[in-house]
Protein backbone atom coordinates (compact mmCIF):
# COMPACT_ATOMS: atom_id res chain seq x y z
CA UNK A 1 0.00 0.00 0.00
CA UNK A 2 1.27 3.41 -0.92
CA UNK A 3 -0.26 5.32 1.98
CA UNK A 4 1.11 8.75 0.74
CA UNK A 5 -1.03 8.64 -2.33
CA UNK A 6 -4.32 7.77 -0.72
CA UNK A 7 -6.43 9.86 2.01
CA UNK A 8 -6.12 7.91 5.23
CA UNK A 9 -8.91 8.66 7.65
CA UNK A 10 -8.21 9.42 11.29
CA UNK A 11 -10.23 7.81 14.44
CA UNK A 12 -8.78 9.42 17.63
CA UNK A 13 -10.58 9.86 21.36
CA UNK A 14 -8.03 9.34 24.20
CA UNK A 15 -4.72 11.67 24.22
CA UNK A 16 -2.56 8.45 23.97
CA UNK A 17 -3.44 7.03 20.81
CA UNK A 18 -3.86 10.29 19.59
CA UNK A 19 -0.36 11.02 20.67
CA UNK A 20 1.09 8.19 18.74
CA UNK A 21 -1.33 8.79 15.61
CA UNK A 22 -0.57 12.20 14.98
CA UNK A 23 3.35 11.89 15.26
CA UNK A 24 2.54 9.21 12.28
CA UNK A 25 1.07 11.33 10.10
CA UNK A 26 3.08 14.44 10.71
CA UNK A 27 6.60 12.42 10.21
CA UNK A 28 5.22 10.35 7.11
CA UNK A 29 3.14 13.45 4.92
CA UNK A 30 0.09 11.86 4.85
CA UNK A 31 -3.20 13.20 3.53
CA UNK A 32 -5.80 12.36 6.41
CA UNK A 33 -9.56 13.51 7.07
CA UNK A 34 -10.29 13.13 11.04
CA UNK A 35 -13.25 11.77 13.21
CA UNK A 36 -11.90 13.16 16.57
CA UNK A 37 -13.34 13.23 20.02
CA UNK A 38 -12.01 13.70 23.49
CA UNK A 39 -8.79 14.63 24.42
CA UNK A 40 -7.36 13.87 20.87
CA UNK A 41 -8.96 17.14 19.45
CA UNK A 42 -6.58 19.15 21.24
CA UNK A 43 -3.30 17.21 20.78
CA UNK A 44 -4.28 17.07 17.03
CA UNK A 45 -4.57 20.75 17.20
CA UNK A 46 -1.59 21.13 18.98
CA UNK A 47 0.21 20.12 16.34
CA UNK A 48 -1.64 21.03 13.09
CA UNK A 49 -4.32 23.48 14.17
CA UNK A 50 -7.26 23.68 13.88
CA UNK A 51 -9.05 20.30 12.23
CA UNK A 52 -12.08 19.81 9.89
CA UNK A 53 -13.77 17.15 11.88
CA UNK A 54 -16.29 14.64 10.08
CA UNK A 55 -18.52 12.44 11.44
CA UNK A 56 -17.37 8.85 10.70
CA UNK A 57 -20.08 7.57 8.50
CA UNK A 58 -19.27 10.69 6.29
CA UNK A 59 -15.47 10.26 6.89
CA UNK A 60 -15.33 6.59 5.94
CA UNK A 61 -16.97 7.78 2.85
CA UNK A 62 -14.10 9.59 1.76
CA UNK A 63 -11.15 7.92 2.62
CA UNK A 64 -9.00 4.82 1.71
CA UNK A 65 -7.91 3.28 4.94
CA UNK A 66 -8.35 4.42 8.48
CA UNK A 67 -5.58 4.51 11.12
CA UNK A 68 -6.72 4.39 14.68
CA UNK A 69 -5.81 4.80 18.25
CA UNK A 70 -7.82 3.00 20.91
CA UNK A 71 -9.22 4.04 24.20
CA UNK A 72 -10.68 3.41 27.21
CA UNK A 73 -12.67 6.46 27.41
CA UNK A 74 -15.16 5.86 24.21
CA UNK A 75 -16.33 3.37 21.96
CA UNK A 76 -15.50 5.92 19.20
CA UNK A 77 -12.46 3.25 17.24
CA UNK A 78 -14.49 0.48 18.35
CA UNK A 79 -17.25 1.76 15.84
CA UNK A 80 -14.82 2.75 13.46
CA UNK A 81 -13.60 -0.88 12.71
CA UNK A 82 -17.01 -1.94 12.91
CA UNK A 83 -18.28 0.49 10.16
CA UNK A 84 -15.25 -0.05 8.20
CA UNK A 85 -15.50 -3.71 7.54
CA UNK A 86 -18.78 -3.11 6.32
CA UNK A 87 -17.74 -0.94 3.80
CA UNK A 88 -14.69 -3.28 3.12
CA UNK A 89 -12.20 -0.53 4.21
CA UNK A 90 -8.85 -1.42 5.60
CA UNK A 91 -8.37 -0.42 9.34
CA UNK A 92 -5.48 -0.42 11.38
CA UNK A 93 -4.98 0.47 14.61
CA UNK A 94 -1.59 1.47 16.52
CA UNK A 95 -1.08 0.60 19.94
CA UNK A 96 0.61 3.03 22.32
CA UNK A 97 0.58 1.57 25.56
CA UNK A 98 1.49 -2.26 26.92
CA UNK A 99 -1.42 -3.21 28.74
CA UNK A 100 -5.07 -4.71 28.30
CA UNK A 101 -4.82 -5.18 24.80
CA UNK A 102 -7.88 -7.43 24.57
CA UNK A 103 -9.86 -5.16 26.24
CA UNK A 104 -9.49 -2.52 23.89
CA UNK A 105 -11.17 -4.32 21.15
CA UNK A 106 -14.32 -5.24 23.38
CA UNK A 107 -17.52 -3.62 23.93
CA UNK A 108 -20.28 -5.26 25.74
CA UNK A 109 -18.61 -8.52 25.52
CA UNK A 110 -18.05 -8.46 21.91
CA UNK A 111 -14.77 -8.32 19.96
CA UNK A 112 -13.80 -6.64 17.09
CA UNK A 113 -10.55 -6.50 15.94
CA UNK A 114 -8.61 -4.42 12.63
CA UNK A 115 -7.16 -5.89 9.82
CA UNK A 116 -3.70 -5.21 10.95
CA UNK A 117 -2.04 -3.51 14.79
CA UNK A 118 0.92 -1.57 14.27
CA UNK A 119 3.16 -1.20 17.65
CA UNK A 120 5.78 1.09 18.15
CA UNK A 121 8.46 -1.28 20.70
CA UNK A 122 9.59 -4.79 20.37
CA UNK A 123 7.99 -5.00 24.15
CA UNK A 124 4.63 -4.21 22.36
CA UNK A 125 5.27 -6.16 19.49
CA UNK A 126 5.45 -9.27 21.68
CA UNK A 127 2.59 -9.02 23.64
CA UNK A 128 0.17 -8.29 20.92
CA UNK A 129 1.42 -11.28 19.00
CA UNK A 130 1.17 -13.41 22.05
CA UNK A 131 -2.70 -11.91 22.33
CA UNK A 132 -3.60 -11.95 18.84
CA UNK A 133 -2.06 -14.84 16.81
CA UNK A 134 -4.30 -14.23 13.86
CA UNK A 135 -3.62 -10.67 12.93
CA UNK A 136 -0.30 -9.06 11.23
CA UNK A 137 1.64 -7.26 14.07
CA UNK A 138 3.43 -4.78 11.99
CA UNK A 139 6.61 -2.51 14.02
CA UNK A 140 6.86 0.64 13.83
CA UNK A 141 9.67 2.71 15.42
CA UNK A 142 7.51 4.54 17.92
CA UNK A 143 7.15 7.95 15.82
CA UNK A 144 5.92 9.57 18.86
CA UNK A 145 8.93 8.99 20.79
CA UNK A 146 10.71 9.54 17.48
CA UNK A 147 9.26 13.26 17.12
CA UNK A 148 9.89 13.64 21.09
CA UNK A 149 13.60 13.36 20.45
CA UNK A 150 13.55 15.95 17.82
CA UNK A 151 11.26 18.56 19.22
CA UNK A 152 13.42 18.31 23.21
CA UNK A 153 16.08 20.24 21.65
CA UNK A 154 13.34 22.94 21.25
CA UNK A 155 12.96 23.77 24.81
CA UNK A 156 15.45 25.21 27.09
CA UNK A 157 14.79 24.49 30.84
CA UNK A 158 13.82 26.93 33.37
CA UNK A 159 16.74 27.85 35.68
CA UNK A 160 16.56 26.14 38.79
CA UNK A 161 15.36 27.38 42.42
CA UNK A 162 18.47 27.72 44.85
CA UNK A 163 19.89 24.60 42.75
CA UNK A 164 17.24 22.53 44.01
CA UNK A 165 15.61 19.37 41.82
CA UNK A 166 12.17 19.86 40.62
CA UNK A 167 9.90 16.54 40.78
CA UNK A 168 7.25 15.97 37.55
CA UNK A 169 4.29 13.84 38.92
CA UNK A 170 2.34 12.88 36.04
CA UNK A 171 -0.80 11.77 36.99
CA UNK A 172 -3.23 8.83 35.24
CA UNK A 173 -6.65 8.67 35.81
CA UNK A 174 -6.56 5.28 36.70
CA UNK A 175 -9.74 4.71 38.99
CA UNK A 176 -12.02 5.70 36.09
CA UNK A 177 -10.16 3.45 33.98
CA UNK A 178 -10.51 1.04 36.38
CA UNK A 179 -14.49 1.34 37.17
CA UNK A 180 -15.70 1.65 33.33
CA UNK A 181 -13.51 -1.70 33.05
CA UNK A 182 -14.37 -3.76 36.06
CA UNK A 183 -16.74 -1.75 38.34
CA UNK A 184 -13.67 -1.32 40.88
CA UNK A 185 -12.24 1.79 40.93
CA UNK A 186 -9.65 -0.11 42.98
CA UNK A 187 -8.90 -2.86 40.61
CA UNK A 188 -5.01 -2.68 40.18
CA UNK A 189 -4.53 -2.71 44.70
CA UNK A 190 -4.18 1.50 43.87
CA UNK A 191 -5.80 4.22 42.68
CA UNK A 192 -4.06 7.34 41.06
CA UNK A 193 -4.37 8.88 44.51
CA UNK A 194 -2.70 6.32 46.73
CA UNK A 195 0.24 6.38 43.81
CA UNK A 196 0.64 10.57 44.33
CA UNK A 197 0.18 10.04 47.80
CA UNK A 198 2.92 7.55 47.65
CA UNK A 199 5.37 9.73 46.19
CA UNK A 200 4.97 12.42 48.45
CA UNK A 201 5.33 10.60 51.19
CA UNK A 202 8.45 9.10 49.35
CA UNK A 203 9.87 12.23 48.44
CA UNK A 204 12.96 12.15 50.37
CA UNK A 205 13.86 8.92 49.93
CA UNK A 206 14.36 9.50 45.88
CA UNK A 207 15.96 12.60 46.37
CA UNK A 208 16.93 14.51 49.36
CA UNK A 209 16.84 17.57 47.64
CA UNK A 210 13.53 18.05 45.73
CA UNK A 211 12.26 21.44 46.28
CA UNK A 212 9.46 21.85 43.65
CA UNK A 213 7.08 18.98 43.02
CA UNK A 214 5.17 20.03 39.94
CA UNK A 215 1.88 17.81 39.58
CA UNK A 216 0.48 17.07 35.92
CA UNK A 217 -3.16 16.69 35.50
CA UNK A 218 -3.91 13.71 32.96
CA UNK A 219 -5.48 15.63 29.78
CA UNK A 220 -9.36 12.96 30.84
CA UNK A 221 -9.25 14.45 34.54
CA UNK A 222 -11.84 16.77 35.37
CA UNK A 223 -11.26 20.09 37.76
CA UNK A 224 -7.45 18.47 38.48
CA UNK A 225 -7.05 21.37 40.39
CA UNK A 226 -10.34 20.47 42.85
CA UNK A 227 -9.45 16.79 42.47
CA UNK A 228 -5.76 16.62 44.02
CA UNK A 229 -6.58 19.81 46.22
CA UNK A 230 -5.42 17.41 48.75
CA UNK A 231 -2.16 17.43 47.61
CA UNK A 232 -1.64 21.11 48.66
CA UNK A 233 -1.95 20.14 52.72
CA UNK A 234 0.60 17.37 52.36
CA UNK A 235 3.21 17.87 54.92
CA UNK A 236 5.79 17.84 52.49
CA UNK A 237 4.50 21.62 51.41
CA UNK A 238 7.05 22.54 54.54
CA UNK A 239 10.07 21.60 52.41
CA UNK A 240 8.68 21.74 49.44
CA UNK A 241 7.12 24.02 46.48
CA UNK A 242 3.81 22.42 45.35
CA UNK A 243 2.77 23.38 42.30
CA UNK A 244 -0.09 22.19 39.63
CA UNK A 245 1.03 22.79 36.31
CA UNK A 246 -1.00 24.33 33.41
CA UNK A 247 1.43 23.37 30.75
CA UNK A 248 -0.56 22.18 27.56
CA UNK A 249 2.98 20.74 26.16
CA UNK A 250 3.87 17.64 27.96
CA UNK A 251 7.85 18.30 26.60
CA UNK A 252 7.99 21.70 28.18
CA UNK A 253 7.08 20.05 31.85
CA UNK A 254 9.76 17.61 31.31
CA UNK A 255 12.39 19.79 29.83
CA UNK A 256 11.81 21.98 33.32
CA UNK A 257 12.43 18.91 35.67
CA UNK A 258 14.90 16.87 36.87
CA UNK A 259 12.55 13.52 37.79
CA UNK A 260 9.60 12.56 36.37
CA UNK A 261 7.18 10.59 38.84
CA UNK A 262 4.41 8.29 38.03
CA UNK A 263 2.72 5.01 38.54
CA UNK A 264 3.02 3.36 35.09
CA UNK A 265 1.87 5.89 32.40
CA UNK A 266 2.94 6.63 28.28
CA UNK A 267 4.94 10.13 29.73
CA UNK A 268 7.34 8.24 32.07
CA UNK A 269 8.73 6.35 29.00
CA UNK A 270 8.95 9.95 27.27
CA UNK A 271 10.79 11.43 30.29
CA UNK A 272 13.35 8.59 29.55
CA UNK A 273 13.77 9.15 26.39
CA UNK A 274 14.71 12.63 27.54
CA UNK A 275 17.66 11.34 29.33
CA UNK A 276 15.64 12.25 32.99
CA UNK A 277 15.85 9.74 36.03
CA UNK A 278 12.23 8.22 36.01
CA UNK A 279 10.74 6.58 38.93
CA UNK A 280 7.23 4.64 39.38
CA UNK A 281 5.43 5.41 42.77
CA UNK A 282 2.97 2.55 42.99
CA UNK A 283 2.30 1.70 46.42
CA UNK A 284 3.56 -1.95 47.75
CA UNK A 285 -0.52 -2.98 47.92
CA UNK A 286 -0.59 -2.30 43.90
CA UNK A 287 -0.42 -4.61 40.76
CA UNK A 288 3.78 -3.68 40.00
CA UNK A 289 4.43 -1.48 37.49
CA UNK A 290 4.16 -3.04 33.79
CA UNK A 291 6.34 -0.25 31.86
CA UNK A 292 9.34 -2.83 30.38
CA UNK A 293 11.26 -0.42 30.42
CA UNK A 294 14.82 -0.98 32.66
CA UNK A 295 15.66 2.54 33.11
CA UNK A 296 12.62 3.07 35.42
CA UNK A 297 13.16 3.04 39.13
CA UNK A 298 10.69 2.00 41.50
CA UNK A 299 10.35 3.56 44.98
CA UNK A 300 9.93 0.68 46.86
CA UNK A 301 13.17 -0.63 45.58
CA UNK A 302 15.24 2.75 45.99
CA UNK A 303 18.15 2.71 48.99
Known amino acids: MKNKQKIVGIVCHDAGGAEIVSSYISLNDLTAKYCLSGPAIKVFERKFGTIKNSSLVDMIDDVDWLLCGTSWQSSLEWNAIQKAKKQDKKIISFLEHWINYPERFERNGITLLPDEIWVGDVYAQEIAERCFPNIKIEFKDNPYLLEVKQLLNQFKPKRKLREKCTALYVCENISDH???????????????????QFFMDNVNIIDKNIGIIVIRPHPSDNNPEEKYDWARQ????????????????????????DIVVGAETMAMVVGLTAEKRVVSSIPKEGRGCILPFPGIEHILKIK
Do not use: V
Not at 178 to 196: I, V
Not at 234 to 257: G, M, T, Y
Open 234 to 257: HPIKASCNIQFSSESNLLKDIADC
Open 178 to 196: MFLRYRDANYLGYTEHDSL
